[in-house]
């Protein structure tokens, strides 16, 4: 095999594995303050709001895992996201911001409140926002 084939394959792996690295380890590349996704039970049930339906065989968990982890803890807030630098991370990984770009999208134009979105979930109203301590 010539020299030049040699180095240009080696440096297609690297290139590959750089790929596959990103994509299996997407975790180690945040950086930053963390965000978290909010979500704040709102005292009235009545009115506009995007309807979460969690019964859909497991889609709901794989979709709206930070909105569904800030449901189920005891303060509101879901686990920690740290945005990845370059934003290289963006690409790979579900943020929370993805979650709150769904709900904006597909939510009534009154469930919309400025950077709030009012999703309804269990009967219960939630305004949900990404917040940055």
Do not use: C, I, W
């Amino acid at each position: 095999m010539r020299p030049a084939t040699r180095t240009f394959l080696a440096a297609v792996l690297v290139v590959l594995v750089g790929l596959l690295a990103l994509g299996a380890l997407p975790s180690y590349l945040g950086a930053g303050d963390p965000y978290y996704l909010e979500a704040t039970p709102v005292a009235e049930a009545d009115g506009p709001a995007y309807e979460l339906n969690a019964t859909e065989g497991g889609v709901a968990e794989r979709r709206f895992q930070y909105f569904l982890s800030a449901v189920e803890s005891s303060d509101g807030r879901s686990e920690a996201y740290r945005r990845g630098s370059y934003g290289l991370k963006e690409e790979f990984t579900h943020s929370p911001f993805d979650e709150l770009a769904t709900f904006r999208e597909f939510a009534p134009p009154d469930a919309v409140d400025g950077d709030a979105v009012l999703v309804r979930y269990n009967d219960t109203r939630y305004r949900v926002t990404v917040v940055h301590p």
